[in-house]
């Protein structure tokens, strides 16, 4: 159903060659930066999903974090696509603060840990808040961007992203 979607959403994308828009709101360092972070958002949720699927102890759980799985896959197969077209480098890990490093680690060795409805709550609740933080990314790279294939794939995956977040807040796992 999302999947469906997601791919519905990304026919629409425009994906033109280097110098094709004015991209000069934000320089090449903050491009490479967004693209950096929104890259590793990906991998991050990717990891995730990959946990629920083997360790959520109900099938909402696990059928969601497939889900995620796939869709981040897509996202980030259009995004590393878009960057290396328009030569935006993409940096690994992307840059961010050593305490949203430390609190990505920490996410995810609790969940590694972690069994049965402990999984599930903890799962969803890192899910829920991850989707806030890159809603808000996706809000304030928007307002930045001038029209560009990065501004089109920003515009395409925030309401995806506002979908994961919906269907977290849905999963009811009493």
């Known amino acids: 159903m999302l999947t469906r979607l997601i791919i519905v959403a990304w026919a ?9 828009a004015d991209n000069t709101a934000l320089s090449p360092k903050q491009r490479s930066g967004l693209v950096s ?10 990891k995730l999903g990959e946990l629920a699927k083997v360790k959520g102890s109900i099938r909402n759980v696990r059928a969601y974090g497939a889900q995620l799985v ?5 996202a980030d197969r259009r995004l590393t696509r878009l960057a290396e077209k328009n030569q935006i480098p993409i940096a690994f890990p992307g840059p961010w603060t050593s305490e949203e490093l ?5 996410t995810i060795q609790k969940l590694e840990t972690a069994s049965g409805a402990d999984f599930d709550r903890s799962f969803l609740d890192s899910i829920k808040n991850n989707h806030l933080k890159t809603l808000e990314l996706f809000r304030s790279a928007r307002e930045q ?28 796992i009493r």
């Open 145 to 172: 961007l001038p029209a560009s294939p990065l501004r089109t794939y920003v515009s395409r995956l925030r309401p995806i992203m506002q979908q994961h977040h919906d269907l977290a807040m849905k999963i009811d």
């Open 37 to 46: 972070k929104i890259h590793d958002s990906n991998l991050f949720e990717m």
């Open 12 to 20: 629409f994308v425009a994906v033109q060659p280097a110098g094709a």
């Open 102 to 106: 430390q609190d990505q680690a920490l």
């Open 70 to 74: 796939r869709d981040h896959a897509f």
